[in-house]
């Protein structure tokens, strides 16, 4: 389509978290701004990946946006995150968030895939394991690399002496979540429908990514627009300092 126009895909089920409307409309207010909003497409049901696969399907068939800017709720995302994501123009491009891990770890959204299996499963015969990695290493060293580490959990975008939103901040992933992923027209078109299912083994998300690379299309991650996780309190970047950022240095320093 090429007009730059972004459309937020939204998607609730029984709960709403209550900073998720004025959140919403944060973020629509910057793309009227920029002359960028093509509106809104929002499905509820309490199954999390048909609400993805309808809004999908809604885009490609009910909306001329060249992009489509899915969020979760239980996040906060920086009002100007789509407008910025979009200006990247790629394919598919997600911003940075955290989740809670094990061993107290907050680990970033973004994964490589680091190994394959195949094994037979009882009733679904001869099924592929997939095995994923978070990209500990390649996060920690973007934020090594900055003059100053942004010690906050809130959602941010990092900028320049300019004020523009960072352009060496991208790091190419094999796999991620849908927390605050922007996807250009072009890039759903190639795939098929569901655009998420569950396959032995890969629940919906995966099984997306799978596609897309299956079809040639790039996938990366944008350190610089960095949204806010609501567990329980909000996690960011001073919580991958905290609980993540001694680890990998001294993995670093056991290679």
Request: net charge negative; with cysteine; glycine share 10%.
């Amino acid at each position: 389509m090429g007009n730059g126009k972004v459309v937020l895909g939204l998607y609730t089920g029984k709960y709403v978290s209550g900073s998720f409307p004025a959140n919403v409309l944060a973020m629509s207010d910057q793309l009227h701004a920029a002359k960028k909003y093509g509106g809104v497409i929002w499905a509820e049901s309490c199954r999390v990946d048909s609400n993805r696969n309808r809004i999908i399907y809604d885009f490609l068939h009910k909306n001329d946006s060249e992009f489509l800017f899915i969020v979760d709720e239980d996040m906060q995302h920086p009002p100007d995150m789509p407008v910025v994501l979009s200006r990247r123009d790629l394919p598919i491009v997600s911003g940075l968030y955290f989740r809670r891990g094990n061993r107290g770890m907050y680990t970033p959204q973004f994964y490589k895939l680091i190994g394959q299996s195949e094994e037979t499963r009882e009733g679904h015969g001869k099924a592929v394991n997939n095995f994923y990695e978070p990209l500990l290493k390649e996060v920690h060293a973007f934020f090594a690399g900055l003059e100053n580490v942004p010690y906050l959990n809130e959602p941010m975008i990092l900028t320049d002496k300019e004020g523009q939103a960072l352009k060496n901040s991208l790091i190419p992933m094999d796999a991620g979540g849908f927390g605050c992923l922007m996807m250009r027209r072009d890039a759903l078109e190639a795939m098929e429908e569901p655009y998420l299912r569950d396959e032995p083994g890969l629940n919906g998300d995966l099984v997306f990514y799978k596609q897309a690379r299956a079809k040639g299309i790039e996938v990366w991650g944008d350190c610089a627009c960095i949204a806010s996780h609501n567990h329980n309190s909000p996690i960011g970047v001073a919580s991958f300092c905290d609980f993540t950022w001694e680890f990998v240095k001294d993995a670093e320093s056991l290679r």
